[in-house]
Every structure is written in C-alpha cells, then in structure tokens.
C-alpha cells in the first residue's frame, strides 16, 4: 500500500505559519551535509529529493500537545532494477516549530528558551522494496533507547534502530549523536550519567515560549538550531541497504508512518484532535534557567503521528508535487514519499554469430599472412 509521507495522496492546507520560497532554498542546502561536511552535490546516480511530514505529537501522555513538522532530505537512486540493493545517502532532517508550537511548551515549561531531546523510534514503511535490519523495530519495553525485538516486517522498520551497531548498514556508526550514549547537556543536568545509547540527539534547540515571532528550526540527529532553516549541525545518515523487490516499469516508495500502531490527541476535531498514523516515539526537555527533569527510563514523553488535523503545519510553496512518481512537473516541490523508478537492466549486446565468424577468419588468415612474410624475410637475409 503507497502511504505518502503527508497520511493522503493530496497536500493538507490547514491552518499553519505562512511561509515562502526562502525556506525552499534553505531545505536544498541543507540536504547535501554530510554530518558538518558540506559536498559539492548528490552522490552520483541520485537526486537530491525533499520530502514534509507534519506530525500531530502528545507531550507527556497528553499533558500538551503540539503540530510541527519535519522535512526530510535524501539522496535518492535515480533508478533501481529488479533485485537490486540500494541505500538512501546523506539521509537527514529539520524540525520545524511554528509559533504555535513553541508556545505549546509552557504549559510544561513555563518561560521555555530551548529543548533538547532523543528520537526513540522514527518508523518507514516500503513499498515494492524489502529491509533486514535486525533488531529494526520498535522498543518492546519503556526503557529509554532499548531496542529489544526483531524487525516489524521485512516493509516496517524503525530508522534509530536500523542505525545501531547490529545492523549490517554499511557504516559502521560510532556517532554519538546517532548511536550514543547521547552527549545532550540536559542528561548529567539531571543526573542522567551517561546518558542513552541508541537513539538519535538534538538540540538545544531555541523556541520562544511566550512571545514567538516566527518558526525555529533544529537537525536531528544534530545539534543546536535557530531562526534559520540552516541553523544547527546536521549529522547526517547512509540508510541501506534495501532490496528491490517489484518489476519494471514500478516504483519502489519508502514512506514515513506506522499504520499499525496509533496516536491520539484527545483536543476536539476542530482544536487539532484526531487519531493519528503513528510516526516517531521521543523523549525531551526543556531548559527555563535549569534543563527539566527527566523521568529515569522515559523523559518527558512526546509520541507523534502523521498530522491529518485542520491544524496540520502545510510545506511552503510551492507545496507538495502534483504526481507520486517522478518525473515532478513543479520545480523543488515536496515528494509525497521517496519514489524510485524500476527499470531494465542494461545489457550489454552480444556480436551475432554470423559476423564473430568472418572476423575469427580474417583473424586467421592476417595471422598467416604475417608469419610467411617474416619467413621469407628471415630466408632472404645472408
């Protein structure tokens, strides 16, 4: 089933921050970070592809709730073919916090300036494509940054875990901000010594809890964030490797969401509320003077879904791509998921035995021709 990374095959307009080309530009520049490296342009035989999901999250079991969104940016194989194993490179994303959302914080932290926090569980789904990462899937039990359990399905799996150390990924990962134990400065602020392995870090990221005049925006995996679309480090990923598994002339989609599991924001319809494709378990805090305590094996809990509400947070112009697959017939548009056209093989054409024949003749004959010519050479010298 094609899930794009929005919930519906259709941009959700509903009500969220205006915003404008700047950002588009933005969003391209930072796709081609490799961790704090900058690279001249996508890796050969990929296209730099920018994808937005906006998520509906519950803070601390539904003490809050707030409408965000994250834009994801990867090199993308241009083509597959049948069979094929490919990866997904330079693989990373952006959080986006409208005012709204910042404002959304104090009711947990009253004159919030910055949070920080780890990514638990960030769910792909796939399409016509097949993953083994093992462990892969989500944590079986409450302990922050335990991965116990198998895969979900060889088309589910949970992107932290597919990034950890038992994973054949092609890395190996030794990053702390993508394996861990995470170096946030909230963890030993709150006698978390060291901190969770695991899990992805990010932040601190700097929000205005009282008065917000725009969006702020952080990397995660990363570290810091600002005003700017650009603002903060990213760590960026290599995700693979992934195995075709459709037919020419397919499309291999990989999705962001869950459909198996849920997340509901108890508010009314019209306030935001709903139920929700689950997307992304987290743990976070936030400083007001002091970073929040977090709650041994949990933290301040925010679990998030595919945002379908009226308050859904829509991308800037210009918005999402019109088609599916590719090709977009709208510049720098969003992709409604990863889309990767499957094609023949090139083979290489064989020479038709009828003509090999008189070649090898030719061959023989040229052969000949030479060796009696040395001789009669080598007969007429003294």
């Known amino acids: 089933m094609r899930r ?3 919930g519906r095959h259709r941009p959700l307009l509903g009500v969220g ?4 080309t700047a950002l588009v530009t933005g969003l391209m520049s930072v796709s081609i970070l490799v961790g704090a490296t900058p690279a001249a342009a996508a890796a050969p035989g990929t296209t730099t592809r920018t994808g937005w999901v906006p998520l509906a999250c519950n803070l601390l079991g539904g003490a809050a709730q707030s409408h965000i969104a994250v834009a994801l940016t990867s090199d993308v194989p241009d083509s597959v073919t049948p069979l094929q194993d ?3 490179l330079n693989s990373g994303s952006v959080q986006i916090l409208t005012p709204a959302a910042q404002i959304a914080a104090a009711g947990l932290s009253p004159g919030a300036t910055a949070f920080a926090g780890v990514v638990k569980d960030f769910e792909q789904n796939l399409t016509l494509a097949t993953a083994s990462f093992a462990p892969g899937g989500p944590p079986t039990t409450a302990t922050l940054g335990s991965l116990d359990g198998p895969q979900v399905s060889p088309t589910q799996f949970n992107q932290v875990a597919a990034l950890q150390s038992l994973n054949a990924d092609g890395s190996p990962w030794t990053d702390l901000l993508v394996n ?9 602020a709150v006698g978390v010594i060291p901190g969770p392995s695991n899990v992805f870090s990010f932040g601190p990221i700097p929000v205005n809890s009282v008065t917000p005049t725009g969006n702020t925006y952080g990397p995660a995996p990363g570290t810091g964030g600002g005003p700017n679309i650009t603002s903060g480090t990213p760590t960026n990923i290599n995700l693979g490797p992934l195995h075709t598994t459709g037919a020419v002339n397919q499309f291999v989609h990989i999705g962001v969401g869950d459909i198996s599991r849920t997340v509901t924001l108890a508010a009314p319809a019209a306030s935001g509320g709903g139920t929700f494709e689950f997307a992304a378990d987290t743990a976070i805090s936030f400083f ?11 933290g301040i809990s925010a679990t998030c879904g595919i945002d379908t509400s009226v308050l859904s947070v829509p991308p800037p112009a210009p918005g999402y791509c019109p088609e599916l697959d590719p090709p977009y017939s709208v510049p720098n548009c969003f992709v409604q998921v990863f889309s990767i056209p499957i094609v023949a093989a090139t083979v ?9 024949l008189p070649l090898a003749g030719l061959l023989v004959v040229g052969t000949m021709l030479v060796y ?5 050479i080598d007969r007429e010298l003294p």
């Open 4 to 6: 794009p990374f929005m």
């Open 17 to 20: 921050l205006a915003l404008n």
């Open 86 to 88: 490919f990866s997904l």
């Open 180 to 188: 861990g134990p995470s170096p946030l400065a909230a963890w030993p």
């Open 288 to 298: 007001n003077g002091a970073w929040s305590t977090f709650v041994p094996g949990a």
């Open 348 to 356: 290489v054409p064989e020479a038709p035995f009828a003509v090999i």
């Open 372 to 376: 009696r010519r040395r001789r009669n």
